[in-house]
């Protein structure tokens, strides 16, 4: 199935001085950014806050070499099953494990 890359930005702000707090954003159909979630508590610095703010985004992520992917819809036939077709139940396959393991550009977390 076909997917499109989710446009998601990350940005910090300081609502007071030295209370900085990360904010993802990922933007609409029409163009307009919406909030999709934000930190809790704040961070001492905006670099803290950058990165507390990455990792979240990066565990949202399945696999970060692809980025983060939305299906897009295509219309689906409808089969009728036959009635002489065996009918067997499948168990949900799980979802592929990411290809490596990696860390944003601010290293590992310390």
């Known amino acids: 199935m076909p997917t ?4 998601i930005a990350i940005h910090v702000q300081e609502p007071a001085p030295g209370d900085f707090r990360w904010v993802l954003m990922e933007r609409e159909g029409g163009g ?3 909030e999709m979630e934000r930190s809790a508590s704040a961070a001492g610095t905006y ?5 507390d703010g990455l990792r979240v985004l990066q565990a949202m992520i399945e696999d970060l070499d692809i980025g983060p992917r939305l299906a ?5 036939k409808a089969v009728a ?3 002489d077709a065996p009918q067997t139940e499948r168990p949900p396959a799980d979802p592929p494990a990411p290809s490596k393991p ?9």
């Open 47 to 51: 670099q803290q806050a950058l990165a």
């Open 4 to 7: 499109a890359l989710r446009p």
């Open 102 to 110: 990696s860390l944003f550009g601010f290293g590992p977390a310390r």
């Open 81 to 83: 099953p036959s009635h």
């Open 72 to 76: 897009v819809k295509r219309a689906a």
């Open 32 to 34: 307009a950014w919406a």
